[in-house]
Structure formats: structure tokens, C-alpha cells
């Protein structure tokens, strides 16, 4: 596949998470806007807890699964997987079901955070950086899917 210049974060055989909605390899967007009003710890700042996230696409939700959501940390990382359930009349919202453990960016100086969602395990497909090539201002990444069944012993 080809990026824009975060693809030049990864190395050879570090893991990647891909999102893509054609092959149903979960869903993707940016984080718009995030709160955590009305949850305040002993010190007046934020427990993390049951904070409520604004996405820039609907979400899908499959009835009687568990639903995840990880983030995109500014330096290309992973954050979660995160349990989120359904804010009931709000298609573009989740609501963190446990602690979430960074903060996301939502201003328009520079890319918001982008986010990954799906049921169980198809929040995303992971696969390993195979190589990387740049191509004028793209990068040309190519991967294998990971799969844990060959790292049985």
C-alpha cells in the first residue's frame, strides 16, 4: 500500500495495524472531539473514566459483540485496544469503558488523532513491514499479515 510520509516511521518486521473498510479490516476516522466532563478525580483532573469521543464517521455496531477502539499516538504508535460501547442516539460517539490512556488531538494545527474501531478481534488486520520505499512524496509499504498460528511451537 501507499502512505503519505508517516510510512517511513515503521522499520523492517515491526507490526503494523491497517485499517481498510473494503476488505472489513475495521473502521477508520479521526478522533473530533473528546470529554471527559463530570469525571473528575480527587484533584480536579480527568480519571479517565467513561470519557465520550467524537469520530468523523458513524460507527458500525454488531449486536452482542465486544467493541474496541485504538488511537494513533503522535509519534505513530498504538494506543489500546480500548473497550467502547454505543452512546445511544449518537452514531458518531463511543463511550471508554475502562481507562484511556492518552489524550487525543483534536485541533487543526496538525493531524488529528486517527482512530481504528470494529467488533473483537476486527478492529484492525496486523501484519508485519515486509519493506519501504519512497515514491516522490508517497511511501510504498509492503507487509505480510500477521498471524499467530505460525508462532506456535
Do not use: C
Not at 484533584?43 to 470519557?51: A, C, K
Amino acid at each position: 500500500f501507499r502512505t503519505e510520509l508517516e510510512g517511513m516511521i515503521p522499520t523492517y518486521g515491526d507490526l503494523v495495524a491497517i485499517t481498510h473498510d473494503m476488505p472489513r479490516w475495521g473502521q477508520g476516522g479521526e478522533v473530533v472531539d473528546w470529554d471527559s466532563s463530570g469525571n473528575a478525580g480527587t484533584s480536579g483532573s480527568p480519571s479517565w473514566q467513561d470519557v465520550v469521543m467524537t469520530l468523523s464517521e458513524p460507527m458500525e455496531w454488531t449486536e452482542g459483540a465486544t467493541h474496541y477502539i485504538a488511537l494513533r499516538r503522535r509519534d505513530g504508535r498504538l494506543a489500546g485496544p480500548f473497550e467502547v460501547e454505543a452512546v445511544a442516539g449518537e452514531g458518531f460517539q463511543v463511550r471508554f469503558l475502562g481507562p484511556m490512556t492518552v489524550t487525543p488531538y483534536t485541533a487543526n494545527r496538525e493531524e488529528r488523532t486517527y482512530f481504528s474501531f470494529g467488533p473483537g478481534e476486527k478492529w484492525t488486520q496486523l501484519a508485519r513491514v515486509r519493506s519501504i520505499r519512497p515514491r516522490a512524496d508517497q511511501v510504498e509499504v509492503s507487509v505480510v499479515a500477521e498471524d499467530a498460528r505460525v508462532h506456535v511451537n
